[in-house]
């Protein structure tokens, strides 16, 4: 009586063949979808908002360009003080609070505030995406963090995250 459980050599060499097919399938689908990891995708909606922006005020526009580079790819929203910005932009505190009023009253962005002037930013996904995956049921605001070095909020953080012993 034989075992039912025994293969041969050449099933054995068959299904080695399939596994080794099956994962060179599943890595070529990986790359395939973290290509889009570094890069923007701007929508037709969010082309004409580009357009609008630049149209309306070019500082707004800067901004807004801004966040779109440095959005999370995860989530589409990036969180950071309004001096941070500033710094960033070389513009005053006062002007970045135009700026993001203008893109608010425009619905280019929602503003979520975190604590004091840390707010994080987020865009319409349907204008602007920062990802490989291009269903958007939801946002979950998980955020990378833009600080100035030595700053306010990166000595808040690294409290946070301290050990409490």
Known sequence: MQ???VITDSQRKIRKR???RKDKDQARKEIQ????????????LGWQRLLDLAKGNAGAF????????????ACGAVVCDQSFLAEKMSVSTRTIRRWLDYLEDERALV????AGKVC???LNPHEV?????????YAAFVTKTLVNKNGEIERRIKAMFSSKN
């Open 33 to 44: 979808a973290k290509k889009n990891n570094n890069f923007t995708q701007v929508y037709p």
């Open 18 to 20: 399939d596994l080794a």
């Open 129 to 137: 995406w920062k990802g490989y995956d291009t269903s958007k049921n």
């Open 62 to 73: 800067e901004l807004y360009t801004f966040f779109a580079q440095n959005i999370d790819v």
């Open 111 to 114: 503003r979520i505030p975190v």
């Open 3 to 5: 075992n039912q459980d």
């Open 120 to 122: 994080a930013y987020a």
